[in-house]
């Protein structure tokens, strides 16, 4: 039985997360963190002193998402992270303490099965194709920017190549903010509207033709379940950071 504490439990994808855990056979909700709810702890340290858990899983926000991350490892206790906010560095140093503390994190922009899809096809593609840009989509109110699942794309696919750019920024007329922000390489262009969720398109483009890779989310945080629970179930037997659901994925 894997043990299962949850930050962000009363919150939209948390609470239908905590639903799933307690339905299985194999998992536990030992412990939930909310700080709207005073039946519930108020952090992440003070749960995790309180209570023995095998996994934390965190669906906060960009503000406390470190500290929560660092809390668990701290105490051996690894990690599933579902909030955005996180860059190359804190990865890194994430990384660094999991595998001095032999745990595991497993970290993704996205945990619909579809958007880890998307991941997967997208650094193939960038295998064949050398110019790319990527498209962020999100509610008026997502306070950052781009959304995590912007960011991992643009970071896994820094692995393959840096993408040619035609106008290179310096030389770009007029205002060179229009041309987005470049992260680890590439182009992001985030859209902040309402009647979004979040959706992320990647264009590739070669001479002639245009490939373009999109994932939509919708109005439920149904899509985000199922890509959690492998997340949990596979987190006890890692060590170190496994950042993308697509590399839980088999094939």
Same mark, same amino acid.
């Given at each position: 039985?894997i043990?299962? !504490?949850?930050?962000?439990? +009363?919150g939209? @994808?948390?609470?239908?997360?905590?639903?799933?855990?307690?339905? +299985?056979?194999?998992l536990?909700?030992?412990?939930g963190?909310?700080?709207?709810?005073?039946?519930?702890?108020?952090?992440?340290?003070?749960a995790?002193?309180?209570?023995?858990?095998?996994?934390?899983v965190?669906? @906060?926000h960009?503000?406390?998402?470190?500290?929560?991350v660092?809390?668990a490892?701290?105490?051996?206790?690894?990690?599933?992270?579902?909030?955005?906010?996180?860059?190359?560095?804190?990865?890194?140093q994430?990384?660094?303490?999991a595998?001095?503390?032999?745990?595991?994190?497993?970290?993704?922009?996205?945990?619909?099965?579809?958007?880890?899809l998307?991941?997967?096809?997208? @650094?193939?593609?960038?295998?064949?194709?050398?110019?790319?840009e =990527?498209?962020?989509?999100?509610?008026a109110?997502?306070?950052?920017?781009?959304?995590? +699942?912007?960011r991992?794309?643009?970071?896994?696919?820094?692995?393959?190549?840096?993408? =040619?750019?035609?106008v290179?920024?310096?030389?770009?007329?007029?205002?060179?903010?229009?041309?987005?922000?470049?992260?680890?390489?590439?182009?992001?262009?985030?859209?902040?509207?309402?009647?979004?969720?979040?959706?992320?398109?990647?264009l590739?483009?070669?001479? !002639?033709?245009?490939? +373009?890779?999109?994932?939509?989310?919708?109005d439920?945080?149904?899509?985000?379940?199922?890509?959690?629970?492998?997340? =949990?179930?596979?987190?006890?037997?890692?060590?170190?950071? @496994?950042?993308?659901?697509d590399?839980l994925?088999?094939?």
């Amino acid at each position: 039985m894997i043990r299962v !504490g949850i930050a962000g439990v +009363t919150g939209w @994808t948390g609470r239908a997360v905590a639903e799933a855990v307690e339905s +299985t056979d194999d998992l536990e909700l030992v412990f939930g963190v909310a700080r709207s709810d005073p039946a519930r702890f108020s952090t992440v340290a003070e749960a995790l002193d309180a209570v023995e858990a095998d996994v934390l899983v965190d669906y @906060t926000h960009a503000a406390v998402v470190a500290a929560n991350v660092r809390a668990a490892v701290e105490r051996g206790v690894g990690v599933v992270v579902g909030s955005s906010g996180l860059g190359a560095s804190d990865y890194e140093q994430i990384d660094a303490l999991a595998r001095e503390r032999e745990v595991g994190v497993v970290a993704a922009g996205n945990f619909s099965l579809s958007a880890a899809l998307v991941l997967r096809f997208a @650094t193939e593609a960038a295998r064949h194709l050398e110019r790319w840009e =990527i498209v962020d989509y999100a509610s008026a109110t997502k306070p950052d920017a781009p959304s995590g +699942t912007a960011r991992e794309i643009a970071e896994r696919l820094a692995e393959v190549r840096t993408p =040619i750019v035609g106008v290179p920024l310096e030389d770009v007329l007029g205002a060179v903010e229009a041309r987005g922000a470049t992260i680890a390489g590439t182009q992001v262009h985030s859209l902040r509207l309402p009647g979004f969720v979040v959706s992320t398109e990647v264009l590739f483009a070669a001479p !002639g033709e245009r490939l +373009t890779l999109r994932h939509d989310a919708g109005d439920s945080p149904a899509p985000y379940v199922a890509g959690t629970l492998l997340a =949990i179930r596979a987190v006890p037997e890692l060590v170190g950071l @496994t950042r993308g659901l697509d590399r839980l994925l088999p094939g």
